[in-house]
């Protein structure tokens, strides 16, 4: 059994290709996305009216907490993943990531730990201690019971598979990039998912190191929290937030990059300013690590380090400030082509700058005394993330649902989608605004009427309900398309980089022949040949190809990449292409199957979850499921590594 | 916030306004490109052959209009950035002269406030309900006592974390009379919703009347309920957390009650402080406020009317 089928679950569960992984990972993540907005909706309907009595104060706390840490650790970052995983083989040219096994191991150890922190509401304690935690009031003193080990240990199970994923796509990038694939013809979605990888690497040890120094007190009695015995009251605040703030990035810089994609293709158009763009997506990474004190004005950390803070704050909107205007010049002189996923990527523009200028009154110390901790920043984080995030998350499933299944999401629904979201967000999120500058702090579960607020809160609530309606049209468009849509064909865009050369869906080696790519927008320049005469590129070996004005081919000829005797004629196929021939015909080595690295994350976090036990006080019990998840999961693990990855090579 | 009552709330608001109306106006022109261009740039077939002419072409205009933006939007941070320190500077400049000394301590979830000027004989302690002169500068010493707490009256000033370990100071000045609604404003635990601080500006003379009162003692009650409301007091466990001077209950871990029956609100902005409501407080603390860190004392009705008949006297 050399490459397995490839259907039936155990071929899901045992997949180690990138693609699939993908796959995975985008059903997962939609899953969680829809978990969270189910418990965004409860905290809506909550705070409709005044003195809501639909939760009570501990549910409503678990409630915003788990809102708040699935859709930023188990929706928008796996999103992200998502695509990373992918795309970033297809668009520099490769079969598959540098460690395919590790990268199964990155979905798993994702699903079991999303599953974990999930599994603490059938105790009733699901985390609820606010997103970002902050001790002391996380430590065993005042929250004494399960929620806050949920917690603590769920987050240290993510950011295992966040890491894991994270080396795997720097290798990936650095090493396997096809001939001619230098840095700079990088697609910018690979770019910028090169940029997160890095801010994965650093920021997540910082977050981990706070979360061990929580579980070291909340399990063993240590006292790195303990202010009676003489901690340093802000220690988690400055860990958390030296993370927490590259975090940001870690989830917009995705979707930057998928906009990045998405509005040349529609703007018939190459990005405008592509070097600009790297430098300032490298720029804002790194001077993301410099600010995160801007969350921790209200501390009083006295006016040298409020201003240096602040400035450093500043400086981060010059380079996010040129994103956008690089964008807003890649449609000018352009032919666009409104496609919802262009719409999704031009909301993207819009209400993204509103979050980031109401960024930049944050960035002022002393105003942003008046709006910190308040609605007024719930406003300005959801422009950020559903505006920014979301928005290009959605263009990019718009855009590459068609490689991804093969066939075309509806437009008709998604223009549903995307104007009900559109108007949903708008109406949750802009009223917060002015319900924050009332005065109302974040994370109370009742307030009193008549204090300004009503009128406010029942707009976002009903925002929020149409919002939630309008994720439902995405879901129905996904399922109905995934069998019955329009058949998609290599590219139906027109699109410029590798992953639209070959079929879709993909065959499980992506390109029969590695391309040789000889500049940035490899399909346009061989589609179009007679554009960029003045191009400096080399050709060698390769056939032009004829196309008429509309780009469609028209000729014989091969795109490149194109596995050897798939056809690419002119008329759209008519049924999803998947008889391509295998790789085995082809003599391509595939990695085997193995379902070990599911087992390796499986019984990681069992090891992690008998931790509990200690609190349970069965101590014996905790440490024979520690120990034996340990043992299972060190035995599995050597059973991958000592396993051959894929076939001998001839 | 947008009704400041002091110099602090204005000095911000001032500034808050000059960056809101700045963002505004710089949203307002990146929007107004973004929808001249949409509108004005050709639609597509689908997939129209693509224009390449630009590329690894300068494209001299868009280059310039990028640039100019960039510089534009450079200078205008630099102008915030200095608005924002000279405002700071201004905040921190406010006279201290006179100033009334209030040390704040957060609790989970309410406040305790210890006036401090003067003589020791002169401060005294009161919970919930921060009395200050119209017109006279206060300091408040932060504190917190379990975990980070901070206070927030929009009217008067910005946020001030209240953090465990560690004492913060908070300047401001109420100039019109008014009772101004603050309170906490960092995710504190289970009731962080009901947090709640008045602070209370009075004019002088009545100030100094409200302060006076609050040195006196305890009065002795006068009639034999209220007495025997007392005994029940000391002699269940409401002394082991509660303090009322001139009798023998000083324990500290809940709202001082010298001088309850005068207060406004109860249980941080929980119910308003009404015969019925306190009665119904005491009887069942955790029914108003879950999870609050007083416990339900089981007490005859006979006993409790008795009790509430007392701590009505505290005035
Ligand atoms: C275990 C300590 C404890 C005991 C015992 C206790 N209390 Fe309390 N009490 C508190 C705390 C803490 C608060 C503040 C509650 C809050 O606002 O969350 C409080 C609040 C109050 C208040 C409201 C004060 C204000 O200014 O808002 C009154 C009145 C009161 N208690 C009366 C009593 C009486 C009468 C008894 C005895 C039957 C009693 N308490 C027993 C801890 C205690
Ligand atoms: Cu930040
Ligand atoms: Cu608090």
Same mark, same amino acid.
């Given at each position: 059994m050399a490459y397995g089928s490839n259907t039936g679950l155990w071929s899901w569960l045992t997949t180690v290709d990138h693609k699939r992984i993908g796959t995975l990972y985008l059903f997962t993540a939609l899953t969680f996305f829809m978990m969270g907005g189910f418990e965004a909706e409860l905290i809506r309907a909550q705070l409709q009216h005044p003195n809501g009595r639909l939760l009570g104060a501990e549910v409503y706390n678990q409630m915003f907490t788990m809102h708040g840490t699935t859709m930023v650790f188990l929706a928008i970052m796996p999103l992200s993943a998502a695509f990373f995983n992918f795309l970033i083989p297809l668009q520099i040219g490769a079969r598959d990531v540098a460690f395919p096994r590790l990268n199964a191991f990155s979905y798993w150890v994702y699903l079991f730990g999303g599953i974990f922190m999930n599994l603490s509401w059938f105790v009733g304690q699901a985390p609820n201690g606010g997103w970002f935690g902050y001790a002391p009031l996380t430590t065993m003193a005042y929250s004494p019971l399960l929620n806050i080990d949920f917690w603590v240990l769920g987050l240290q199970i993510l950011g295992v598979s966040s890491l894991a994923a994270a080396f795997n796509f720097i290798t990936t990038i650095i090493n396997m990039r096809a001939p001619g694939m230098n840095l700079m013809r990088m697609p910018m979605f690979t770019w910028m998912s090169f940029v997160v990888q890095f801010l994965l690497v650093l920021a997540f040890p910082v977050i981990t190191i706070a979360l061990v120094f929580l579980q070291f007190d909340r399990f063993f009695g240590t006292n790195f929290y303990t202010i009676a015995a003489g901690?340093?009251?802000l220690l988690w605040q400055h860990l958390f937030w030296i993370f927490g703030h590259p975090e940001v990035y870690i989830l917009i810089l995705p979707a930057f990059g998928l906009v990045s994609e998405v509005l040349p293709t529609f703007s018939r158009k190459p990005l405008f300013g592509y070097p600009v763009m790297v430098y300032s997506g490298m720029l804002i990474a790194f001077l993301g690590?410099?600010?995160?004190?801007h969350h921790m004005f209200a501390v009083g950390m006295g006016p040298i380090a409020d201003t240096m803070f602040s400035l450093a704050t500043m400086l981060i909107a010059i380079p996010t400030g040129v994103k956008i205007f690089n964008w807003i010049f890649t449609m000018w002189g352009g032919n666009i082509n409104f496609t919802v996923s262009m719409k999704f990527a031009i909301a993207l523009v819009g209400l993204f700058t509103i979050g980031g200028i109401s960024g930049v009154m944050h960035a002022s110390p002393t105003a942003d005394l008046q709006q910190t901790d308040s609605y007024f920043i719930v406003a300005h984080f959801h422009y950020v993330l559903f505006g920014g995030s979301m928005m290009g998350i959605f263009a990019g499933i718009y855009y590459y649902f068609p490689k991804f299944s093969g066939r075309m999401l509806s437009e008709k629904i998604g223009n549903w989608h995307f104007w009900l979201s559109f108007v949903g967000m708008n109406l949750t999120f802009f009223p917060m605004h002015f319900s924050g500058l009332a005065g109302m702090p974040r994370r109370i579960y009742q307030y009193d009427a008549n204090q300004g607020w009503d009128t406010y809160n029942a707009m976002s609530s009903y925002g929020a309900y149409l919002l939630g309606f309008a994720t439902l049209f995405l879901v129905y468009n996904m399922l109905k398309s995934w069998h019955g849509g329009a058949v998609a064909g290599n590219d139906p865009w027109g699109a410029p980089s590798l992953e639209w050369s070959i079929p879709s869906p993909p065959p499980d080696y992506n390109f029969a022949e590695i391309p040789r790519v000889s500049s940035r927008y490899p399909l346009w320049d061989v589609k179009s040949p007679e554009l960029t005469t003045d191009v400096p590129h080399t050709r060698e070996g390769e056939k032009r190809i004829d196309v008429d004005a509309a780009g469609q081919h028209v000729g014989g000829g091969k795109a490149i990449g194109n596995p050897a005797g798939a056809s690419s004629g002119a008329s759209r196929p008519t049924?999803?292409?998947?008889?391509?021939?295998t790789a085995e015909e082809l003599g391509i080595p595939m990695p085997y199957p193995t379902i070990k690295p599911l087992f390796v994350a499986l019984f990681m976090v069992t090891m992690f979850s008998g931790m509990l036990l200690i609190h349970k006080d069965k101590l014996g019990l905790a440490l024979a499921v520690i120990i034996t998840s340990a043992m299972l999961m060190t035995g599995f693990l050597y059973a991958w590594l000592l396993s051959p990855l894929e076939p001998e090579h001839h | 916030m947008f009704e400041p009552a002091g110099p602090q709330a204005h000095l911000i608001l001032q500034l808050w306004h000059l960056i809101a109306w700045t963002c505004a106006g710089v949203f307002a022109a990146i929007l107004l490109v973004l929808v001249a261009i949409l509108l004005r740039t050709p639609r597509a077939p689908m997939p129209a052959a693509p224009d390449l002419s630009t590329t690894d072409k300068a494209e001299p205009g868009p280059r310039r209009s990028v640039a100019t933006a960039v510089v534009a939007s450079a200078l205008l941070l630099l102008a915030l950035v200095v608005a924002s320190v000279f405002t700071d500077r201004a905040v921190a400049r406010m006279s201290l002269v006179d100033a009334v000394n209030i040390e704040l301590t957060g609790h989970q979830w309410w406040w305790s406030a210890r006036?401090?000027?003067?003589?020791?004989?002169?401060t005294f302690t009161t919970a919930n309900e921060v009395h200050i002169p119209v017109g006279r500068p206060v300091i408040f010493t932060l504190k917190a006592d379990d975990v980070i707490h901070s206070i927030w009256v929009p009217r008067l000033a910005g946020k001030k974390d209240l953090i465990p370990g560690r004492t913060a100071s908070l300047q401001l000045r109420a100039d019109e009379p008014g009772v101004y609604q603050g309170r906490c404003?960092? %995710?504190?635990?289970?009731?962080?919703? %009901?947090m709640g601080l008045q602070i209370v500006a009075d004019p002088a003379d009545r100030y100094e009347a409200w302060a006076a009162a609050q040195r006196r003692p305890a009065s002795e009650p006068a009639d034999a309920q209220a007495l025997r409301g007392r005994e029940l007091f000391l002699s269940q466990s409401c002394a082991m957390c509660h303090a009322v001077q001139g009798t023998t209950a000083g324990a500290q871990h809940g709202p001082d009650l010298t001088h309850v029956a005068g207060r406004r609100e109860l249980a941080a902005g929980t119910l308003p402080n009404t015969r019925e409501n306190l009665q119904a407080w005491i009887a069942d603390p955790q029914k108003h406020k879950p999870g609050t860190n007083m416990p339900s004392t089981p007490l005859s009705q006979a006993d409790l009317s008795a009790l509430v008949t007392y701590l009505e006297t505290l005035k």
């Open positions: 901690a340093d009251p690590f410099g600010v995160w004190a049924h999803v292409e998947r008889n391509h021939k | 006036y401090i000027n003067g003589p020791v004989s002169d404003a960092e %995710f504190c635990g289970l009731e962080h919703a %009901f």
